[in-house]
């Protein structure tokens, strides 16, 4: 089986699991039992939805066995993340990391400096002037103008 | 009923639409009013003009700065954003062949075979009379039809309403992915996220696993800017990877005159311009369908009923007209549905439902009594879009070559950020923050697996209605499920759910050319 119909059965298969995980645990773990009577429980619609779910997911493995899938295209072969979207990824987890420890002001300072330069804006005065210039504007906007009390982040918290 | 009867009722009927309209303007005609419909139609036209930045983006980003506004000074600015933002589309298509929403796509047929020729201001302002005609035509089309439709919305209970999004979601997940199954996948999915939290019936919580935050559920506008803005900012960041130097959005073109439009070159357009306000009317109130292939039909109509039918395609004034009022016909028409049933239409007016309810306006027929003046000032504001629309679109054929030349260094960095501030404003909740990244990441995963987001978006959207309606109605019958083949208007839904159905599998299972017969 060449990759690409690996990865168009691994979608269905995926959901089918999910279905498994939601009927077998999630919904009776995660859910209250209150209604009963005619299945009007909080757990009636999720069980419904699991089970228009998985037929969908079933329907879609069969419509694959039976070949019914697009046209092929040089996108479907790659990976479904690659290598630069995890880093992108990874990096985005970064910048919400640096707002819960050092704020969101400064976090977002750095990360704007930070991605400017990913995105190949050579010039450093350039990258630091634009990227306190945006900061100001916002803290400016939300802070001061909304009243939007901005995080400040275990480090801002301890210092002040 | 005799005629004086007749006459009597058509006289009170459009008596009522005066009055109403009256009571309108007198709310809306404010500074701050009409300031956040040209601002909003600016800022519009600049997001729309850049690849990349999505109609949906626009007014998501913009929503969380209208949380302190006065409600109609806010529904404005998220309208004007929306009119702003489709016509926007059209400058970058017409300039370098790239349509800044998917909406343009079919301007960039004739718009860019114009610019070719050195002919770039004509197209533009080709296409901004027609976005402005199109708008025009089916917002007072809207207006006229507004309180028939609010009578017959009054007759929509839990029953009806299942049934309506039962329908809602076949067409939109049918209509939005390349399969239709996936598309109703990723609506199950949408659905099935909107069940984490407390239910909406007895107020149990779900999926919670304890924590406080998922209890409340998760919040719309973050999940919203998370799937559509983080996607497109990671794609940028990959890309950005693989060059040396800062790229610009779209590449330069060496067409760069402004040359006008002639009376006769309007005038020859204006019957495509109307016609394609009327045809986006009518694929506007039908839910998921929305501009894009409203575009494309005008187009094909226009082309039909051209005297030059062998210009579309090579530089046509009469095929941008269409395509134009074609797309921008469905801004009011998407409204009705979002205003009467409170089901949206598209991921913007989802925008529109959730910002209706942090303004504690629920949509629906009773809106249209408790909140009439409201309404008709947001019709005005549709009305006054279409004046700035103009205004605004003459300056940005000036400017919009320039906008789309800016580096993508300094545009997407600064849309992170403001989708950051943005997403914790709402809440003021760090967790809303994680959401919309993890959201974000989970989006360019659907789509890799070519899971539609569209119908996710919605489907999360109706979730808890669908779910209101079909246990509201469970507990009324006792358990019976033949209470939904006791209402019409429910059977009448499920018939067009089987109708949708069939003719979107054998549109798709037809071969690619006969649709171009």
Request: with cysteine; hydrophobic share 55%; net charge neutral.
């Amino acid at each position: 089986m060449s990759f690409r119909r690996t990865r168009e059965f691994a979608v269905p298969v995926a959901l089918l699991g999910v279905c498994a995980i939601l009927a077998g645990w999630l919904i009776p773990s995660h859910v209250t039992v209150v209604g009963g009577g005619n299945g009007l429980s909080p757990r009636f619609f999720p069980y419904v939805l699991t089970a228009a779910l998985a037929l969908l997911a079933t329907m879609q493995l069969a419509s694959l066995f039976r070949g019914e899938a697009g046209e092929e295209d040089s996108e479907v072969r790659s990976p479904v993340l690659e290598a630069p979207d995890y880093v992108a990824a990874l990096s985005l987890f970064a910048y919400f990391a640096a707002i819960v420890v050092i704020g969101m002001v400064p976090a977002s300072f750095l990360a704007l400096a930070a991605y400017m330069r990913c995105f190949r804006v050579k010039s450093w005065w350039k990258v630091l002037v634009y990227a306190a210039a945006v900061t100001a504007v916002l803290v400016v906007f939300f802070q001061v103008a909304a009243s939007v009390q901005l995080p400040r982040g275990m480090l801002g918290r301890a210092l002040w | 009923m005799d005629v004086l009867d007749l006459i009597g009722a058509v006289t009170g009927y459009f008596g009522a639409i005066g009055s109403g309209l009256w009571a309108g303007a007198h709310l809306f005609f404010t500074l701050s009013n009409l300031l956040a419909v040209f601002g909003g139609v600016a800022i519009g036209c600049l997001f729309g003009a850049l690849p990349g930045l999505s109609i949906t983006l626009s007014v998501a980003l913009v929503m969380p700065f209208t949380f302190n506004m006065d409600p109609l000074t806010g529904l404005s600015l998220l309208t004007a954003v929306y009119v702003g933002a489709i016509y926007g589309g059209s400058i970058s298509a017409i300039l370098f062949n790239t349509p800044g929403t998917p909406a343009a796509a079919c301007t960039t047929l004739d718009g860019y075979a114009l610019t070719q020729k050195g002919q770039a201001g004509k197209a533009l302002h080709m296409a901004n009379w027609a976005s402005m005609v199109g708008d025009l035509t089916s917002t007072i089309l809207v207006i006229l039809a507004f309180p028939l439709l609010a009578k017959v919305a009054i007759y929509f209970r839990s029953p009806e309403y299942f049934a309506l999004i039962v329908f809602s979601i076949t067409v939109v997940g049918g209509v939005a992915g390349r399969s239709m199954l996936l598309g109703l996948i990723a609506g199950i999915l949408g659905f099935l996220f909107s069940t984490v939290g407390m239910d909406p019936v007895q107020g149990y919580g779900r999926f919670d696993f304890g924590s406080l935050e998922l209890l409340s559920g998760f919040s719309f506008v973050p999940l919203l800017i998370g799937l559509f803005a983080v996607p497109e900012f990671m794609r940028q960041f990959v890309r950005s990877g693989r060059s040396d130097a800062s790229v610009a959005i779209a590449a330069e073109t060496g067409a760069g005159d402004d040359n006008h439009l002639t009376w006769r070159e309007f005038k020859a357009s204006f019957r495509h311009m109307v016609r394609g306000g009327v045809i986006g009317l009518i694929l506007g109130v039908i839910p998921g369908l929305g501009a894009t292939p409203a575009a494309f039909l005008s187009y094909e109509q226009a082309r039909r009923n051209s005297r030059h039918p062998e210009e579309f395609g090579h530089g046509s004034l009469e095929g941008i007209a269409a395509a134009e009022a074609g797309n921008n016909g469905v801004n009011g028409a998407t409204l009705a549905p979002l205003l009467t049933l409170g089901i949206p239409g598209d991921v913007v007016t989802a925008v529109m439902l959730g910002a209706l309810l942090i303004f504690n306006l629920q949509p629906g027929p009773m809106l249209f009594v408790t909140h009439a003046d409201l309404i008709y000032g947001l019709f005005c504001a549709l009305l006054v879009c279409d004046v700035a629309l103009r205004i605004v679109g003459i300056a940005f054929i000036r400017v919009g070559r320039y906008v789309t030349r800016v580096p993508t260094g300094y545009v997407f960095p600064l849309i992170l950020v403001l989708c950051v501030f943005g997403t914790y404003s709402i809440n003021n909740n760090i967790f809303d923050v994680f959401v919309m990244l993890s959201f974000g990441i989970g989006g360019l995963v659907m789509e890799r697996v070519r899971l539609p987001v569209v119908p996710f978006v919605i489907a999360f959207v109706l979730g808890p209605m669908l779910e209101k309606g079909l246990r509201r109605s469970l507990v009324i019958s006792d358990g019976d499920p033949m209470i939904f083949l006791h209402s019409p208007i429910a059977v009448g839904f499920f018939i067009l759910t089987i109708l949708a159905i069939v003719t979107i599998v054998r549109s798709r299972l037809a071969p690619p050319n006969s649709s171009k017969a």
